[in-house]
């Protein structure tokens, strides 16, 4: 059975930094393209970001644009954990941040496996 369990969310001054973590039993995150997506309040599931894309599952990392310069994915192979830094954080990054893995249909917001989700607030 695979869960993804995330950890690391919780109340941040506008400007700060958090690291949100996500690991993963009975799956490999290697394996597969892993994802973080958010959702705020009254909004749809936003895409953040992605690792481990094309054929040979390498570090290849994509970005959300509003994110690309402030947020960075990362995972531990060794840990089976995946990682987002977020840093100059702005209120609206406020949102339920979900850990995702194994990528459907090439959609950027389509996985097999979810994780239960944090929350992150960002105070202006």
């Known amino acids: 059975q695979v869960q993804l369990v995330e950890s690391g969310g919780g109340l941040v001054q506008a400007g700060g930094s958090l690291r949100l973590s996500c690991t993963a039993s009975?799956?490999?995150?290697?394996?597969?393209?892993a994802a973080w997506i958010r959702q705020a309040p009254g909004k749809e599931r936003e895409f953040v970001a992605a690792?481990?894309?094309?054929?040979?599952?390498?570090?290849?990392?994509e970005y959300e644009d509003s994110v690309k310069s402030r947020f960075t994915i990362s995972r531990d192979n060794a840990k089976n954990t995946l990682y987002l830094q977020m840093n100059s954080r702005e209120p609206e990054d406020t949102a339920v941040y979900y850990c995702?893995?194994?990528?459907?249909?090439?959609?950027?917001?389509?996985?097999?496996?979810w994780g239960q989700g944090t929350q992150v607030t960002v105070s202006s």
């Open positions: 995702a893995a194994q990528r459907r249909n090439g959609n950027r917001l389509d996985y097999t496996y």
């Open positions: 690792i481990g894309l094309g054929p040979w599952r390498r570090s290849n990392t």
């Open positions: 009975g799956y490999t995150f290697s394996s597969y393209t």
